[in-house]
């Protein structure tokens, strides 16, 4: 019998979304909610496993880790890439991983939550709904507004027609637009200065890379209107925090609506808790029923697969 660890079930839903007693005969789950506090902790932790179900990037999968992980043969991880796995050291170690599909517009969905509850000040409205208030603040109108957009992949793009919807301009850049998609979208192609100067709304839509990280610094907050709001729900990396936080201390943009972060899950006493202009959600643009459900039935699939010497969705 295979003894699999469940990493990272935060909400617990591994066990209520699959049915444990119809695999007990060929795998022995163990899952872990909370996240390891280090390398030590999760090495000592997962000794005895031989496959470990993990979501992206949250906990680490290092070649130090894996070298200390003597029974390993199988990862299996949500989305189709995770940077979180040193896939040269599982090469050397001749352990398999397979990923899994994922659904792309729940992450569209949570930027316009963010957009939406920035602009009409929802979470000072809720908050002061409980206190007894009506009415404390003044939201802006989406229709005339210019939303610009880095990155107009599979998201950026589905975001870019909503705000249409909305009755937006919207404008885009990114290292590598395809200007015959933004053409077909009705998307303005514009240089990263003059989208960081005239968007009233900016929101990241690129995956994490060396020319990304750190792409948004004081230089960039300078550039923008003070009127600006600034979403994130692609990678926390992308934006210098520690420049984040002083351009919202100093009022030199509107608002930060924010579903990722450089560590993961935030860290209670991190300054951005406490910032009014923050809107801040806990990573959870990808987390629905449906996600979850692809997740852990393929990667159930993909298991199986590799036992039969057969493996699917396999990551190189």
Same mark, same amino acid.
């Given at each position: 019998m295979l003894k699999v660890a469940v990493l990272d079930d935060y909400q617990n839903v591994f066990s209520q979304i699959i049915n444990l007693d119809e695999y007990k005969s060929k795998y022995e789950f163990t899952i872990f909610n909370e996240p390891f506090q280090n390398e030590l902790e999760t090495t000592e932790a997962l000794k005895k496993f031989e496959v470990l179900f993990i979501m992206r990037e949250r906990t680490k999968? !290092?070649?130090?880790?894996?070298?200390n992980l003597p029974n390993l043969k199988f990862i299996m991880t949500s989305g189709t890439r995770n940077k979180a796995i040193d896939l040269k050291a599982t090469k050397e170690k001749k352990i398999l991983v397979c990923g899994t599909e994922i659904n792309s517009n729940p992450a569209a969905e949570i930027t316009w939550t963010l957009i939406l509850g920035l602009v009409r000040n929802v979470k000072q409205e809720i908050d002061n709904m409980f206190q007894g208030y009506w009415?404390? !603040?003044?939201?802006?109108?989406?229709?005339?507004?210019?939303?610009?957009?880095i990155g107009l992949g599979k998201i950026g793009s589905q975001v870019a027609k909503i705000g249409q919807a909305f009755g937006m301009e919207v404008s885009a850049w990114s290292e590598n637009l395809n200007l015959s998609e933004a053409n077909k979208l009705n998307v303005l192609p514009m240089s990263k200065e003059d989208l960081f100067k005239t968007s009233d709304i900016l929101s990241i839509h690129v995956v994490l890379g060396d020319k990304y990280k750190n792409l948004i610094t004081k230089k960039e907050f300078k550039q923008m209107k003070k009127s600006t709001f600034l979403i994130n729900t692609s990678r926390g990396e992308i934006i210098n925090e520690r420049d984040l936080v002083e351009a919202l201390e100093n009022d030199e943009i509107a608002g930060a609506g924010l579903d990722v972060y450089n560590q993961e899950p935030l860290p209670q006493d991190h300054k951005l808790r406490f910032l009014p202009n923050a809107f801040l959600l806990p990573h959870i643009g990808f987390v629905t029923v449906e996600n979850y459900s692809k997740f852990y039935f393929q990667m159930i699939e993909n298991l199986n697969s590799c036992i039969n010497n057969k493996p699917i969705r396999e990551i190189k």
């Open positions: 999968i !290092t070649k130090s880790l894996i070298t009415q404390t !603040t003044i939201g802006y109108e989406l229709k005339g507004k210019r939303l610009g957009l």
